[in-house]
């Protein structure tokens, strides 16, 4: 499948809690992840797809298949941060993306990755036809899939 026309970025907001840091008070590298995570989950959301609805009706889930992370700056206890995400391919099985967890207006950590689309078995299955629809239409979906 072709790569899909610039993706608009959905911008997804985050606050730095106690639990999110070290005892430096600065945002531990994994919990980039997290959040990361969290605004991929929203941003399907907001195109009308849910991951329990995948997993129950069309039996397949995403599994990030590979991750680059550069980290930029330093986030600290209690900052207001946007992780902001594009998907920038969709391929047969997999999803690809970029994000970037922002403050301010400046960038703090640049993830770039492939989420694969795994039937219950684990193995790789292409995207359902939904997905693909949403993210190659660019408009947001109401419904729930």
Not at 36 to 43: D, K, S, V
């Amino acid at each position: 499948m072709p790569e899909t026309a610039r993706e608009p970025v959905h911008v997804f907001p985050v606050r730095v809690y106690y639990e999110d840091t070290d005892a430096a008070g600065i945002v531990y590298y994994a919990n980039y992840l997290k959040f990361a995570e969290r605004a991929r989950t929203e941003l399907l959301r907001e195109h009308g797809i849910s991951n329990r609805a995948l997993q129950e009706k069309d039996g397949v889930a995403f599994a990030v298949r590979r991750l680059s992370a550069e980290y930029l700056a330093p986030a600290r206890l209690d900052d207001r941060l946007e992780v902001r995400t594009r998907i920038t391919g969709l391929h047969g099985a997999a999803i690809e993306a970029q994000q970037d967890v922002v403050r301010e207006g400046r960038d703090l950590a640049r993830l770039t990755l492939t989420l694969a689309c795994v039937a219950r078995t684990g193995r790789p299955t292409r995207l359902p036809a939904a997905v693909v629809a949403a993210f190659e239409s660019g408009g947001r979906k109401r419904s729930v899939i």
